[in-house]
């Protein structure tokens, strides 16, 4: 079966949220994401922000949630490269029903790189 560009592309937009606001409202899966993901596997460059910034907060033992990556993002003055604070909405909404376990879609997403 011959997937699209313009389905591929929308697969990967889906997988990329749903994996990093899985992240952020469920921090165990992030000890998961550790040992599958690194920022080159994300292909947005407002993905690779939120994902390196998650994984900032974690090296400083710090608590993983949208409120403290908003945050540090804000901080850092990139809010506006990962849409402002409905950036981070957005990736929660992603999260919510995500039935498919997060090992399962990281790996899938590595595959298709």
Same mark, same amino acid.
């Given at each position: 079966?011959?997937?699209?560009?313009?389905?591929?592309?929308?697969?990967?937009?889906?997988?990329?949220?749903?994996?990093?606001g899985?992240?952020?409202?469920?921090?165990?899966?992030?000890e =998961?994401?550790?040992?599958?993901?690194?920022?080159?596997?994300?292909?947005?460059?407002?993905?690779?922000?939120?994902?390196? =910034?998650?994984?900032?907060?974690?090296?400083?033992?710090?608590?993983?949630?949208?409120? =403290?990556?908003?945050?540090?993002?804000?901080?850092?003055?990139?809010?506006?490269?990962?849409?402002?604070?409905?950036?981070?909405?957005?990736?929660?909404?992603?999260?919510?029903?995500?039935? =498919?376990?997060?090992?399962?879609?990281?790996?899938?997403?590595?595959?298709?790189?």
């Open positions: 079966m011959h997937i699209s560009p313009s389905d591929e592309h929308e697969w990967r937009i889906g997988v990329e949220k749903r994996l990093l899985t992240m952020m409202i469920e921090p165990p899966v992030i =998961t994401a550790v040992n599958l993901l690194e920022e080159r596997h994300f292909v947005f460059p407002a993905h690779r922000i939120i994902f390196r =910034t998650i994984m900032a907060l974690r090296a400083c033992q710090r608590v993983v949630n949208p409120l =403290t990556v908003r945050e540090r993002i804000r901080k850092s003055g990139e809010l506006r490269l990962v849409g402002g604070p409905n950036g981070i909405d957005e990736l929660i909404q992603y999260s919510h029903g995500a039935d =498919t376990p997060f090992a399962y879609l990281a790996k899938r997403l590595i595959e298709r790189k």
